[in-house]
């Protein structure tokens, strides 16, 4: 999850920017409420804005990342939905396990939506779910789909057969310990590396990511909030078919320059759901999109879901949401 911030600006992104615009600083102003949910004996965390009478809309983030992810996008969903950002278990505020498993993740995601009050509006919630976290929205519209009004993965690549796939490999290595925060955010990187032109979101994400914890050698010092077991004999599972599985409407992003999600990776995906579901590019992006292009991002998915709230699906949308493919 961490690389040191880049040296040289990328070209096709343009020269760094490190102040927060004014619409940054407007987005983080809006404080979300923190909760928890106990599910499966771990506390698990999720951040909430907007009315609760509304539409519920839940916020996943992807490998080691956290519920702060979407504090800049939150907001700008919040007027027209009850919004939540979850942070996953064995990430963010939220408690670790003993083991974790893609089946869990989703048993969290549903059980925010439960706790948040989404249940008891009048239409089912959204889930929007980033990298990893668009694996466990994945498996989240296979399991739970005819309780949901839709899925949104984001640059989350279901590979064809043959193209390496699974969860990270990494050898489990206690988290070290930095003796101030600035010294461990030299140390934050992106995974999978890629430039990001807007430093300041880098920053802001970096501080979230740390808790302050006692140092060894005395005193205190700061370290990383995710568990580094978490993929220890963890199983991703066949992707491919969990994904033609779905049980809802379904909607796939990718980032112009996804390294993750290249055009032909979002044509099979486009492919397993019949050619029936939306494959939307988001321009000058990279695998990150949120933190790329943040107001892209906001403007195509709130495009999409007033899409969603206005239309039906086709015939052939509604037979791809309750008839699992043969792979």
């Known amino acids: 999850m961490n690389e040191p911030f880049d040296k040289e600006p990328d070209p096709e992104l343009g020269p ?19 909760r928890f949910v106990k599910v499966e004996g771990t506390d698990v965390h999720y951040l909430h804005w907007g009315d609760p009478s509304k539409p519920g809309l839940l916020l996943v983030h992807g490998n080691g990342a956290h519920a702060r992810w979407w504090s800049f996008i939150a907001p700008f969903l919040a007027r027209e939905y009850s919004v939540a950002a979850i942070d996953i278990s064995g ?46 929205t994945i498996v989240t519209g296979s399991l739970y789909g005819d309780r949901l009004s839709g899925t ?24 070290r310990i930095y003796p101030t925060i600035e010294a461990a955010l030299d140390r934050f990187r992106l995974a999978p590396p890629q430039p990001c032109a807007n430093r300041y979101i880098l920053d802001y994400i970096g501080r979230h990511s740390l808790k302050q914890v006692p140092n060894p050698d005395g ?10 077991a978490i993929w220890q004999r963890f199983d991703i599972g066949d992707m491919s078919a969990r994904l033609a599985a779905t049980r ?3 909607a796939i992003m990718r980032g112009e320059f996804s390294g993750l ?67």
């Open 152 to 175: 949104v993965i984001v640059d989350s690549p279901v590979n064809p057969p043959g193209r390496p796939s699974g969860p990270p490999d990494h050898v489990v290595r206690q988290h």
């Open 261 to 327: 999600v290249p055009p032909e990776i979002g044509d099979y995906m486009f492919t397993l759901l019949g050619r029936a579901a939306p494959v939307v590019e988001i321009p000058l992006a990279h695998h990150h999109i949120m933190l790329d292009q943040p107001l892209a991002f906001v403007a195509a998915l709130r495009t999409l879901l007033v899409d969603w709230e206005h239309s039906k699906p086709s015939r052939r949308g509604e037979l791809i949401a309750r008839v699992p493919f043969a792979i």
């Open 16 to 34: 760094f920017i490190d102040t927060p615009p004014r619409w940054f600083e407007r987005a983080l102003a809006v404080e979300p409420e923190s």
């Open 248 to 250: 809802c409407r379904i």
């Open 219 to 228: 005193g205190t010092g700061w370290t990383w909030k995710f568990d580094p």
């Open 91 to 136: 990430m963010g505020d939220s408690g670790w396990r003993d083991s974790y498993s893609l089946e869990v993740f989703a048993e969290e995601q549903m059980a925010v939506c439960e706790h948040a009050g989404f249940f008891r509006n009048d239409e089912p919630p959204i889930i929007v779910g980033h990298s990893f976290g668009g694996f466990v």
